[in-house]
């Protein structure tokens, strides 16, 4: 039986052929962006799902009134670990404070490899007892017990060993405070890991340099900048054990934070809903969003709807063909149910149909996907999308045929046989309503895509405050670097290309993580105003063109070695003052049972010192700046001379590290770049979305308009003109594609303002959006559904008429 419901669907598939290669081409793409868009989602959702011990592992994090802070002071954690049993190891992770990169060195005989690599953390000789990560080479239980040891990972390993064996070869790590000889004690396999700890290197936190330094951090509230990870005991409840954790660390804390006038908790984060679910400051590595799963996912559903409507849409118009096979075959003994499960064997064999093509896409395709997504994701990750794919497209063509084989099998043998066709009323009003679905899902992604393309071209063109273009940035990693400071900015004023030069600890696009809880003169340090600052060199103003409201800018001219700091608005309001009367007063913060005063030195406007995401919020600039970048301000159309210039100029000075640079808009654009991968995704699926839609409408206007040759070439022959021809074959589309617009108006309203929800600064869903949408969605509509209209009406009456 199933052989001869093969043979029949085969056949009525062969038989019309370009019905069938419309539903087999959208079903194809359709299936494709399932299996890109699976594949993504399937990546995102193993990250930190392969660390043994997962489930018991948390990482704590810092809750203030209006931050969660995904850092803690030093002491947390070797404390908890020793006063609570339930805890069986802890760690802490820690990244050199605003240094993104360190210079890696390996001398091998006479020659010398060195470059500056990212994402190295100083790490607890515990860490691995806490996050095992795959390991290569070396021990796992003593890779980072072994003082000023370094564990790479694989790639990083290749890159500087090549085929030598690693293990026990010294690298040398170049930083500000001093090049410091490391030992290799392990190499880890970065992709198994598959962690939002996305770590090139680990640095033994029992070390030369920054250990020591370490040692003596013991303030409960301060220096919250340790990335605190716990493997509890098997059974322990975490909820329950956070309360006991957070009394504890309040007890402990207490007199801290009364010095520095500031209330904290700690909250427990699990360590397999960081990557997904954390969204908290000052993040470790690559964080996920899993809203974005989610919108990836309905868009990748929405487009296999939009398919399995075409194919609707396709055999309910076809109908009228195959009434009669259908009667004949009911009056030959067929019952309901065989012509049912024909259908939906003719259904399911275009999906699988589909599946095949759909998966030579997407090995094609896949590279460049990984690409659009900035990740590099291979089809056999894993076997688990693949069948979820085969299922989808067995799910698909069963919704695909279902209502085909309910609304073909249900006519009256007699009544067909004898021209009475019956049902037609409601398939015809079935498919209006599919044409509805299908572009209401359209417009409302059109809709998106002028959103997104609008917010997107918002951030990049919005006044920021201050001057981002043709602004060079030079990382100072080392000693001889911010020692050659002065000499090489003398050097580089010296050409006509540059303007102005100077030195920050960070600049705006950059994560600052120098803040201080400030009170004014008469105030008790709990009535403190939380300010966020750097530390900025002369020219510091001038060079990246802040707006100077009041006072003075640090310069040359500036003698006085006192503590100084100019503030924005933001700041001066919250400090209770005005801009003009703010200049000269004095502000105080408590440092270790120490009142530090510091001295309003200027006002500047308003800044953008974080993206657009984030609010504006209290900042200021202080003078006695010790290393961090140089920045130097160029003339346009300067670049490339520019860029030779400040190389000479590097290498004149003797820094033995290699020259690297960047330039500040381009580092302030970095913000955006997992805003910019989601909008690419997004449009991209959005066509072609609407590109399966058209397909559809094509092949139904085609359809419909040959049922009707015979009407046309009868009008024709009465004097018909060619324009009310195409009125006719259009009108129907064009009032059921308004009707979808005008539905698709609060959907697209509700996904718009849910997407630009993200940032704090945002564009203004005005009125002509959802016109510009309805005209484009209308017109899309129209352009597809004019080919096949005026083809109909330039037909020769005589040829359409023939056949009577």
Same mark, same amino acid.
């Given at each position: 039986m199933w052989i001869n419901f093969l043979k029949i669907s085969l056949r009525n598939l062969l038989k019309y052929k370009s019905l069938t290669l419309i539903n087999v081409s959208g079903m194809a793409v359709a299936l494709a962006a399932c299996m890109l868009i699976g594949l993504y989602i399937y990546d995102e959702l193993q990250v930190d799902q392969r660390i043994q011990d997962g489930d018991r592992i948390v990482r704590i994090a810092t809750k203030m009134p209006d931050i969660t802070w995904v850092g803690t002071p030093a002491p947390v954690s070797m404390a908890i670990k020793q006063d609570f049993e339930e805890v069986e190891a802890s760690a802490r992770l820690m990244k050199f404070p605003e240094l993104d990169q360190m210079l890696l060195r390996y001398e091998s005989g006479t020659e010398v490899r060195q470059f500056y690599e990212s994402k190295g953390y100083y790490a607890d000789s515990t860490f691995f007892d806490v996050v095992s990560f795959p390991m290569l080479n070396g021990d796992t239980d003593r890779a980072l017990r072994t003082p000023s040891g370094i564990v790479l990972s694989d790639k990083l390993a290749n890159r500087i060993f090549g085929s030598e064996e690693p293990l026990g070869k010294v690298v040398t790590v170049g930083m500000p405070l001093g090049d410091f000889d490391y030992t290799v004690t392990g190499v880890f396999d970065a992709q198994a890991a598959n962690s939002h700890i996305d770590a090139n290197f680990f640095l033994s936190m029992e070390n030369q340099d920054f250990g020591k330094i370490i040692q003596n951090w013991t303030n409960w509230a301060s220096n919250n900048i340790f990335y605190t990870y716990v493997k509890l005991m098997d059974g322990v409840v975490h909820e329950l054990f956070e309360q006991k954790v957070n009394q504890y660390f309040i007890e402990k804390a207490a007199e801290d934070m009364k010095a520095m006038g500031v209330q904290k908790e700690v909250v427990f984060q699990p360590f397999q809903d960081i990557y997904l679910k954390s969204h908290g400051d000052y993040e470790l590595g690559r964080i996920g969003n899993l809203s974005n799963l989610y919108i990836f996912g309905t868009i990748a559903l929405f487009i296999l709807l939009i398919a399995c409507i075409n194919f609707m849409n396709l055999t309910t118009a076809r109908s009228e063909r195959r009434a009669r096979e259908v009667g004949i075959r009911k009056l030959l003994g067929a019952n309901r149910p065989a012509l049912m499960r024909q259908f939906l064997v003719e259904s399911v064999m275009v999906a699988l149909v589909g599946f095949i093509v759909a998966a030579a896409l997407v090995s094609f395709v896949l590279p460049y996907f990984g690409e659009l997504i900035g990740r590099n994701i291979t089809g056999h990750i894993s076997w688990v999308p693949w069948v979820g794919a085969l299922m989808l497209c067995f799910a698909a063509g069963m919704l695909a045929g279902i209502y085909p084989a309910f609304f073909l099998s249900n006519f009256k043998p007699i009544s067909v046989l004898k021209g009475r066709f019956v049902g037609r009323i409601s398939g015809v009003s079935l498919r209006e309503v599919l044409v509805v679905v299908q572009f209401?899902?359209?417009?409302?992604?059109?809709?998106?895509?002028?959103?997104?393309?609008?917010?997107?071209?918002?951030?990049?063109?919005?006044?920021?405050?201050?001057?981002?273009?043709?602004?060079?940035?030079?990382?100072?990693?080392?000693?001889?670097?911010?020692?050659?400071?002065?000499?090489?900015?003398?050097?580089?004023?010296?050409?006509?290309?540059?303007?102005?030069?100077?030195?920050?600890?960070?600049?705006?696009?950059?994560?600052?993580? !120098?803040?201080?809880?400030?009170?004014?003169? /008469?105030?008790?340090?709990?009535?403190?105003?939380?300010?966020?600052?750097?530390?900025?060199?002369?020219?510091?103003? !001038?060079?990246?063109?802040?707006?100077?409201?009041?006072?003075?800018?640090?310069?040359?001219?500036?003698?006085?070695?006192?503590?100084?700091?100019?503030?924005?608005?933001?700041?001066?309001?919250?400090?209770?003052?005005?801009?003009?009367?703010?200049?000269?007063?004095?502000?105080?913060?408590?440092?270790?049972? !120490?009142?530090?005063?510091?001295?309003?030195?200027?006002?500047?406007?308003?800044?953008?010192?974080?993206?657009?995401?984030?609010?504006?919020?209290?900042?200021?600039?202080?003078?006695?700046? /010790?290393?961090?970048?140089?920045?130097?301000?160029?003339?346009?159309?300067?670049?490339?001379?520019?860029?030779?210039?400040?190389?000479?100029?590097?290498?004149?000075?003797?820094?033995?590290?290699?020259?690297?640079?960047?330039?500040?808009?381009?580092?302030?654009?970095?913000?955006?770049?997992?805003?910019?991968?989601?909008?690419?995704?997004?449009?991209?699926?959005?066509?072609?979305?609407?590109?399966?839609?058209?397909?559809?409408?094509?092949?139904?206007?085609?359809?419909?308009?040959?049922l009707k040759t015979k009407e046309i070439g009868i009008r024709k022959t009465l004097g018909a003109s060619d324009w009310s021809i195409v009125s006719l074959l259009s009108k129907d589309i064009g009032k059921t594609v308004l009707l979808a617009i005008a539905i698709s108006v609060p959907i697209g309203f509700y996904l718009s303002k849910s997407w630009l929800a993200n940032f704090a600064f945002q564009i203004e869903v005005a009125w002509w959006y959802y016109l510009l949408t309805g005209l484009a969605a209308l017109g899309i509509a129209m352009l597809t559904v004019s080919f096949q209209s005026v083809k109909a009406a330039m037909m020769n009456p005589v040829e359409s008429l023939k056949s009577e």
């Open positions: 209401c899902i359209s417009a409302c992604l059109i809709l998106m895509v002028f959103v997104i393309k609008s917010q997107m071209n918002f951030v990049q063109t919005r006044d920021l405050g201050f001057d981002k273009d043709q602004q060079i940035v030079v990382p100072l990693r080392s000693e001889k670097a911010i020692e050659s400071f002065d000499a090489m900015k003398n050097s580089l004023m010296q050409g006509s290309q540059f303007k102005s030069v100077t030195m920050a600890s960070t600049y705006p696009g950059v994560e600052s993580l !120098e803040d201080m809880l400030y009170y004014t003169d /008469g105030k008790s340090s709990e009535e403190v105003v939380h300010i966020r600052h750097s530390y900025v060199g002369n020219d510091f103003i !001038e060079t990246l063109g802040f707006e100077l409201l009041a006072g003075n800018t640090f310069t040359e001219a500036l003698t006085t070695d006192r503590p100084l700091i100019i503030l924005n608005e933001s700041a001066v309001r919250a400090l209770g003052f005005e801009v003009d009367d703010a200049v000269g007063k004095n502000i105080h913060y408590d440092w270790r049972g !120490e009142k530090i005063t510091l001295e309003i030195y200027g006002v500047v406007g308003d800044f953008h010192f974080e993206s657009l995401h984030k609010e504006i919020e209290p900042y200021g600039f202080r003078n006695g700046v /010790g290393g961090g970048y140089l920045i130097a301000k160029f003339s346009p159309g300067a670049t490339n001379e520019v860029l030779a210039t400040a190389e000479n100029v590097w290498k004149a000075a003797e820094i033995s590290e290699p020259f690297t640079y960047s330039f500040l808009d381009q580092d302030f654009q970095r913000n955006y770049e997992r805003e910019e991968r989601t909008a690419k995704i997004i449009i991209s699926f959005a066509f072609l979305a609407l590109f399966i839609a058209c397909l559809g409408l094509y092949g139904l206007t085609a359809f419909m308009t040959e």
